[in-house]
């Protein structure tokens, strides 16, 4: 079992950047797939990106690619996403998950962390 606190998120202009973290309890971090999503207000939740356990592979959504980078520490037991220029219609609930699957559903996540707030303002 792993237990996911996220953090970093925040209010940042369009155009700007910002850094959300994931880290994770428990010493199996590296045997999990990774990623995040995000609910926006009134929408359902949304595949974001996803890192595999050795962080050699990546995928993302086509609305983020090119802007977000997912990267990890295992080291460090944490997930990363970086995200750059900055969208209003990026405003949304981050959320980090964890995964046996290499899979962008999030019916294949079993584990999930609590969420932060990412608000982008036009």
């Known amino acids: 079992q792993v237990q996911l606190v996220e953090s970093g998120g925040g209010l940042v202009q369009a155009g700007g950047s910002l850094s959300l973290s994931c880290a994770a309890s428990g010493r199996t971090f590296s045997s999990y797939h990774m990623g995040w999503f995000r609910q926006a207000p009134g929408k359902e939740r949304e595949f974001v990106a996803r890192?595999?356990?050795?962080?050699?592979?990546?995928s993302y959504a086509d609305s983020v690619k090119g802007r977000f980078t997912i990267s990890r520490d295992n080291g460090q037991n944490t997930v990363y996403l970086q995200m750059d220029s900055l969208k209003p219609e990026d405003t949304a609930v981050y959320y980090c998950a964890a995964s046996n699957l290499v899979a962008s559903e999030e019916t294949s996540y079993d584990y999930w962390g609590q969420g932060t707030q990412v608000t982008v303002s036009s």
């Open positions: 890192i595999s356990r050795g962080g050699v592979i990546t």
